[in-house]
């Protein structure tokens, strides 16, 4: 059993920057990927970033590439998504999930676990 609780969404204007913050407990935190989703209103679930439980591997969807950054720390239990240069349709409830393994990807069904999320909202 893994419990995950995010925070650090909020309302920014365009170009600005937040970091969100997942911190989790239950399974040893670095034998297992974390991923970060987000979803729309309307919209299916979107994958926006992963790490590997080490922390040396990280995945992005083309959408946040160079703009978002995922990292972790494993003696804190914490995983985090720094994004940068935000856009409108950037808005989203932002999930953050437990990988099933170690290495986990963009596939929603890598994930076992997840979080109750934390809106964030970017406005023109």
């Known amino acids: 059993q893994v419990q995950l609780v995010e925070s650090g969404g909020g309302l920014v204007q365009a170009g600005g920057s937040l970091r969100l913050s997942c911190a989790a407990s239950g399974r040893t935190f670095s034998s297992y990927a974390m991923g970060w989703f987000r979803q729309a209103p309307g919209k299916e679930h979107e994958f926006v970033a992963a790490?590997?439980?080490?922390?040396?591997?990280?995945y992005y969807a083309d959408s946040v590439k160079g703009r978002f950054t995922i990292s972790r720390d494993n003696a804190k239990n914490t995983v985090y998504l720094q994004m940068n240069s935000l856009k409108p349709e950037d808005t989203a409830l932002y999930y953050c999930?437990?990988?099933?393994?170690?290495?986990?990807?963009?596939?929603?069904?890598?994930?076992?676990?997840w979080g109750q999320g934390t809106q964030v909202t970017v406005s023109s």
């Open positions: 790490i590997d439980g080490g922390g040396g591997g990280t």
């Open positions: 999930a437990a990988g099933r393994s170690y290495y986990s990807g963009s596939y929603y069904g890598d994930y076992d676990y």
